[in-house]
């Protein structure tokens, strides 16, 4: 009984606040004439027409997706695999560190028009400034979190000749897990934003593009209904990384809620 008023409690504050929004969006532009500032009823009125066709799930939302989810796997493995390089070798992070911070202050958008030279403006600069850009929380984190490493654990595998690859899976890969999971909650959102941003530049497909045409063709209430699947893609998808992350770090949450004073 208490389990399930907990997750009442949970659920309400989840839906709550969203409601309350939508409620007072609705109110507030209910009567509004402005051209710019269409009524949430109208916006709602064009959502179906414009969004849920075929053709607009074939030529703009799964194109959007599958760059997304290459340029974000990339950055997951390229951060996750330098991550563990850089914090495994000491004297390799304090080379490479000047020139990580160096690229790591360009902002991606930056790049677009060199990657447009170097990789043309097919679906590779897209992916390309979506690795640029969110490979970082995931580099910085998994550095951080090799680091990090209980160094009992650390000297206790090392005297029973634990090392190598098994040292790796066994004990700095789990030890350095939850940052790295942070991390790549952080370069999801990222992904997003620089999903739509490399969209907005030389595309003919994308949510980000889609986007940029409806302003351009003054088409406002659907320029505001994809800003609203925008939202959306990032609220499922947020979602679903909370899913895994539960998943994944059972242990380390139930550690913490072992542990008096933690949380």
């Known amino acids: 009984?208490?389990?399930?008023?907990?997750?009442?409690?949970?659920?309400?504050?989840?839906?709550?606040?969203?409601?309350?929004?939508?409620?007072?969006?609705?109110?507030?532009?209910?009567?509004?004439?402005?051209?710019?500032f269409p009524s949430l009823g109208k916006i709602a009125e064009t959502f179906g027409s414009t969004w849920l066709t075929t053709d607009r799930l074939t030529n703009d939302v799964l194109p959007s997706m599958a760059r997304l989810a290459a340029g974000y796997a990339l950055c997951v493995a390229l951060g996750t695999g330098l991550g563990m390089f850089l914090g495994l070798h000491r004297r390799a992070r304090a080379t490479a560190e000047p020139v990580l911070e160096f690229f790591r202050a360009i902002p991606p958008p930056v790049l677009i028009p060199v990657l447009m030279i170097v990789a043309g403006i097919g679906d590779g600069m897209k992916v390309l400034v979506i690795v640029l850009g969110a490979v970082w929380p995931v580099l910085l984190n998994t550095v951080e979190g090799v680091r990090a490493v209980d160094e009992v654990l650390s000297d206790t595998s090392r005297s029973y000749g634990i090392t190598g690859i098994a040292r790796i899976r066994y004990l700095v890969l789990p030890g350095a897990s939850p940052q790295i999971i942070a991390g790549m909650r952080q370069a999801l959102s990222i992904s997003i934003i620089l999903m739509v941003i490399s969209e907005m530049f030389a595309s003919s497909s994308g949510l980000g593009f889609t986007v940029v045409q409806f302003q351009r063709g003054f088409a406002i209430p659907q320029m505001w209904s994809g800003i609203i699947v925008l939202g959306l893609l990032g609220f499922l998808?947020?979602?679903?990384?909370?899913?895994?992350?539960?998943?994944?770090l059972g242990w380390y949450h139930g550690l913490l809620q072992s542990q008096p004073g933690e949380k």
């Open 237 to 248: 998808l947020s979602l679903a990384f909370g899913v895994f992350e539960r998943r994944a």
């Open 1 to 36: 009984m208490t389990t399930a008023v907990a997750v009442s409690k949970k659920t309400l504050y989840v839906i709550g606040l969203p409601v309350v929004l939508i409620a007072l969006w609705w109110a507030c532009t209910a009567n509004s004439s402005s051209y710019y």
